[in-house]
């Protein structure tokens, strides 16, 4: 299947896997395995991007795949998401379609709106129904311990860590 087909029919949360139709190399040729493993691979679709038009740039409307998390003693420390074209030349293939009776987490992003998590429904999910969504666009996010002003940075912008601790 083409990416535009991905975006017209696939629901937000499918497993999808895309690839270029190369064979992949042997782990010996390290450069080309990586180029590889970037041209190939399995992610959840967790948006997609309408085309957006500005005064200097056209973009494409394009699918954002969330291919993994990098955590630390149950922290999630990393995200890894790509996002891909309409127009690539990829190929993509729905492995896995949310079943039925899943509880989807969306968090509305500017007009339209992102998968944060889905699971089944049982007890569990009342509650992340019930649980406020992060808010968005937020820097404010400190608050005052010890004499010290502590903040985090979340959407560009805020006060690094280091001129925080000036100011106090």
């Given at each position: 299947?083409?990416?535009h087909?991905?975006?017209?029919i696939?629901?937000l949360g499918?497993?999808i896997?895309?690839s270029?139709?190369?064979?992949?190399?042997p782990a010996r040729?390290a450069?080309k395995l990586v180029?590889w493993?970037?041209r190939n691979?399995?992610?959840r679709?967790?948006?997609?991007?309408p085309p957006?038009?500005?005064?200097a740039?056209?973009?494409p409307?394009?699918i954002?795949l969330?291919e993994?998390?990098l955590?630390?003693?149950?922290?999630?420390?990393?995200t890894?998401?790509r996002?891909?074209?309409?127009d690539?030349?990829?190929?993509?293939e729905?492995v896995?379609?949310?079943?039925i009776?899943?509880?989807?987490?969306?968090l509305?992003?500017g007009?339209?709106?992102?998968?944060l998590?889905?699971?089944r429904q049982s007890g569990?999910?009342r509650?992340?129904a019930?649980?406020?969504?992060?808010?968005?666009g937020?820097d404010r996010?400190?608050?005052?311990?010890?004499?010290?002003?502590?903040c985090?940075?979340?959407?560009g912008?805020g006060?690094s860590?280091?001129a925080a601790?000036?100011?106090s």
């Open positions: 299947m083409f990416a087909i991905i975006y017209d696939a629901p499918a497993l896997r895309y270029d139709g190369a064979p992949k190399p040729f450069k180029a493993e970037r691979g399995l992610g679709l967790v948006r997609k991007e957006r038009e500005r005064a740039y056209c973009a409307a394009s954002v969330n993994g998390r955590a630390s003693s149950s922290v999630i420390l990393v890894v998401m996002e891909h074209s309409l690539s030349d990829l190929r993509y729905i896995e379609r949310p079943a009776g899943m509880v989807r987490v969306l509305p992003v007009d339209n709106l992102e998968l998590q889905s699971r569990g999910g509650t992340v019930r649980q406020k969504p992060p808010r968005q937020s996010g400190g608050h005052r311990r010890r004499g010290r002003r502590r985090c940075r979340r959407t912008g006060v860590r280091a601790h000036r100011r």
